[in-house]
């Protein structure tokens, strides 16, 4: 699946690489009313709790041509498969914008598989649009809607399942700013924030249980045989 990289045209440089914008998000008290309904939609989408379908565990399932682990599995919490293609992408922006922070938003479907709940994400919104510095990045309202529309429009079905980002030598544990903005945003059982370090080669995702911040894990990697058929029936599973 192609990875959808949204970015301001005036924010290309000449290299053709964009160009840090020093946007910082608009004030509160200046908002339009679009901002703001905006707002309000992106509230009710993240802070919606959404049950798991039934569908079956990738591991030792047809179609897989290869899953790989990346780190160390935690048990007992939601499992996260990660399409190698986002994977790779993460990875290769992360060490491209170095030392600055990247970040996005993963798309996938929110399963369980008898007792076992895990996450499977094919796709993702990578964000241009913010503020990134070599400690922090924001997501401004206007990537927001863009991730609506790309949504709504070629994904439906699919969920949120979470921000990604990368911290260029910090290492994968959320920093102090990552609990204040995006783990409180996106604080719903089937929510992860993964993050990935450049520098020590390192991703690791956080999910919630019982409304405690679950240490990283490591997640798999997959390799599916008919990628555009996984997301179909992933997108065809969740009709509501
Ligand atoms: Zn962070």
């Not at 946007?23 to 339009?32: N, Q």
């Amino acid at each position: 699946m192609p990875i959808l990289m949204l970015r301001r045209r005036q924010e290309l440089g000449g290299s053709g690489r964009p160009v840090r914008s020093a946007f910082h998000g608009t004030p509160r008290g200046c908002e339009s009313r679009s901002e703001q309904l905006e707002r309000n939609e992106l509230h009710m989408e993240v802070s919606l709790s959404r049950h798991p379908i039934p569908y079956q565990l990738p591991l030792g399932s047809d179609g897989y041509e290869r899953i790989v682990a990346d780190g160390t599995i935690a048990s007992k919490q939601l499992l996260v498969f990660l399409s190698h293609d986002v994977y790779d992408f993460i990875r290769a922006q992360s060490r491209e914008y170095a030392p600055q922070e990247i970040g996005g938003v993963l798309l996938g479907q929110y399963c369980i598989d008898n007792d076992t709940k895990f996450v499977i994400v094919p796709t993702a919104v990578a964000c241009d649009l913010g503020s990134a510095t070599p400690v922090s990045i924001q997501f401004p309202p206007e990537f927001w809607q863009q991730v609506e529309e790309v949504h709504t429009s070629e994904f439906p079905g699919l969920l949120r399942i979470g921000p990604y980002h990368s911290h260029p030598g910090y290492g994968v544990n959320p920093s102090g700013t990552d609990h204040a903005t995006i783990l409180g945003a996106f604080s719903k059982p089937h929510h992860i924030s993964l993050i990935y370090d450049p520098h020590a080669d390192q991703i690791g995702y956080t999910c919630w249980d019982d409304g405690a911040l679950k240490p990283p894990s490591g997640c798999f990697v997959y390799e599916h045989r008919e990628p555009e058929d996984l997301v179909k029936q992933l997108m065809d599973a969740r009709p509501d």
